[in-house]
């Protein structure tokens, strides 16, 4: 609603770090205090699920099958296996820990996957809960046999698992992670030759959906915002004899399931958090989809570009679709001393320009809005400096209109095609101003909060967005903001693994300093995320295990 605009505006200046202070967050943090990285349905009937995505394996760069795989208990064991299912365990010393498919800030991991499906074999009707530590569905609501097939998933927050270490910037983090998962589940379904595409369903229809709003079932506990699950997005995946439902068939599944016999209670995420954070549920109320927000996107244009370059699979040694997808991790530390290639790191920005009909662009059916800043430190035949990749005609032109248009500082930005014949033109690639390695390093070190990985990776990444232009449409468009540029980092971490590279999300940045360097802070520019690529440092002390050491594929 519009009355709730400027109470987004505010939460994303409040939740700015500066030089001068961060935003509010937990003084200390108590790791065995941590709340609970997954959540169960006790009571809830379980149906395990086959560790089947080697089945279907393809190269990387062409993992779409002649023909789609037909929906059953092998295909979406696969799917949600490659979203949402563990990847490895981790060990050091006394800890161990779980990795999943789909990177979270923090590995903290607060989305929750639920499937609602009818007319699947060997899969009752109903909404099940998908439980990636056993690899497994809990049944929360059965329907009865009947009505057209459909096969959907619904995607929630437990906001509390990120407010407990990042305070009030966890809402932030919370929406990024949405736009991990979501091109976690676009790139899953793609090996099957399924789509992933959103619902026009709202925010309040969403939790009766998937019966967040039954607080019977959750626990009582003087916390309760530490339990809550925050509806997120209803997207249809498009198998075989599978459209997605109409929307009297969805408003009929709604009355069906307010009917319906609920199972099992949920397990309790933090009997006593150490800390509250008021203006995130606040930020979450401000911000809610409603019914029409899919009609409210700017519109994708026809996608006018070639396909995306295929890397030589002998050259790179790329592993395949799957086991790419689980072998993505985010980098700790990075080797200063090796460049990358310049080919793939062109085939990386490649892959982050938009393609309407290709993985994982239907997840996010919009105009790109949200454009690139990049410390090019360590590429192959590249001068150290700051480069800009606009996504989209529009972009190109309000970032050449706004960057520091009166003091001269970017009064030299070339477009990099023009000199180098290995760069794409269509990429729109800009150099800014070259600048000294070292200087370079200082710049990006600086404003990643001061962390050495920003300056010793092969590049790093600002993501930049309008967002008064993009908050006057509502104020849900803040999480598509968000949802786009978290959805660019998932990009990122796949297309540096198929590298032979690396990626890590960035969330600590100083906001307002990365737009006062390119003079764009008056213009309504605001920096919502961080990536950077570079050649890893293996850490020998951390031991790596299975992810389902119990069970065999």
Known sequence: ??????????????????????????????????????????????LSLPLSADQFERPWHDPAPTAAVPAGLDSIGAVLELSFGLSAWKSWGPSRWALRCNPSSGNLHPT???????????LADGVHHYDPLQHQLESRALLNPGGSPCLLLGLSSIMWREAWKYGERAFRYCQLD?????????????????????LALGSERLAKLLGLNRSEDFPSTPYPFTEAEEPEILLALQAPGLPPPSPGQLQALEAELQAASWQGQASLIDPDPGY??????????????????????????????????????????????????RQRRSGQRYNPRIPLAKDAFYRMLDALLPRPETAPWPVLPSAARVHLLLFVERVEGLPPGLYLLPRSPAGAEALRRDIAPDDGRFTGQAAVARHDPDCPPHLGLICLAPLELSELQRLARALSCHQDIAATGAFTLGFLARMEEALALGADHYRHLLREAGLLGQILYLEAEAAGVRGTGIGCFFDTAVTRVLGIEESGWQSLYHFTVGHLVPDSRIETGPPYPDRSP
């Open 276 to 325: 509250r954070w008021p203006l995130i549920d606040q930020a979450a109320q401000a911000s809610r989809l409603p019914d029409d927000w899919l009609a409210s996107l700017p519109a994708s244009h026809p996608d006018p570009l070639p396909p995306l370059p295929a890397p030589d699979p002998d050259a790179a040694n790329t592993p395949g679709h799957a086991a790419l997808i």
């Open 112 to 122: 929750e996957s639920y499937l609602l499906c009818r007319g699947i074999p060997g």
């Open 1 to 46: 609603m519009p009355e709730n605009i400027p109470f987004i505006q505010s939460y994303h200046a409040r939740t700015r770090h500066h030089f001068e202070a961060y935003a509010a967050g937990p003084g200390q943090l108590d790791w065995d205090a941590q709340p609970a990285p997954f959540r169960h349905f006790h009571g809830a009937p379980c």
């Open 178 to 198: 949405l736009g991990h998962a979501l091109g976690a589940i676009a790139y899953a379904a793609q090996l099957l030759g399924w789509q992933a595409r959103p």
